[in-house]
Structure formats: C-alpha cells, structure tokens
Nanobody
C-alpha cells in the first residue's frame, strides 16, 4: 500500500503561482510513476501531468503545457506540481496518483493509489 497526501492548495489571483506537493509513504516511492489529476464538481476527473520513474520522463495535458511543471524527489518521497500563470479555469480539486511501473499513463484507471485532494481556487 502507498499512502499519498497532497498539500499546497489555496486561493490565488489569476496570473499567480502555487506549488502542490504530494508526499508518499508506506512503500518505496521510486518504483512508481506519478501523476496529477484535477476535478471540478459535476465533471469527471481529468489528467493534468505525469512523471515516470525517471524524473525526466514527463507528460502534460495541452491545457497546462508551458505553465505547469511536474517533478519528483525520490529521496524525499515527494512529487510536486509547480503551477504558474494560473487561470480561473484551473480552479479544481487536485489529486495525486501513483501507479506501479516506470511508465506514466493519462487514464485514471491506470493508477492504483490516490490522495485525498487539495483545493486550488484561482480568481480573476
């Protein structure tokens, strides 16, 4: 079992930045590919960004490409999501997810473990 705990969400004005963190515990972190998803009420959870076992293998949704950066620190068992140039449409609950294996995926069903989510609200 892997436990994931997100932090770093909050309220930010459009154009601002936030950094989300996801701390993993329970098992060795490094074998897992990690991702961030987000969800707004009444809509399905959507892929945001992912990183493979190797920290240089990353992938982004088109809506956040160039503004968000995913990274991981295996020594700290933590994955990050740096969010810059935030827009009101980025407002959502952000979830961290982990899947066994080295390769990232963009589908929810591919992930085995989920955090409880952290709220990000961007106002104009």
């Amino acid at each position: 079992q892997v436990q994931l705990v997100e932090s770093g969400g909050g309220l930010v004005q459009a154009g601002g930045s936030l950094r989300l963190s996801c701390a993993a515990s329970g098992r060795t972190f490094s074998p897992y590919a990690m991702a961030w998803f987000r969800q707004v009420p009444g809509k399905e959870r959507m892929f945001v960004a992912a990183v493979g076992r190797s920290a240089d293998a990353t992938y982004y949704a088109n809506s956040v490409k160039g503004r968000f950066t995913i990274s991981r620190d295996n020594a700290k068992n933590t994955v990050y999501l740096q969010m810059n140039s935030l827009k009101p449409e980025d407002t959502a609950v952000y979830y961290c997810a982990a899947r066994s294996g080295s390769i990232y995926a963009t589908q929810m069903a591919s992930y085995d473990y989920w955090g409880q989510g952290t709220q990000v609200t961007c106002f104009s």
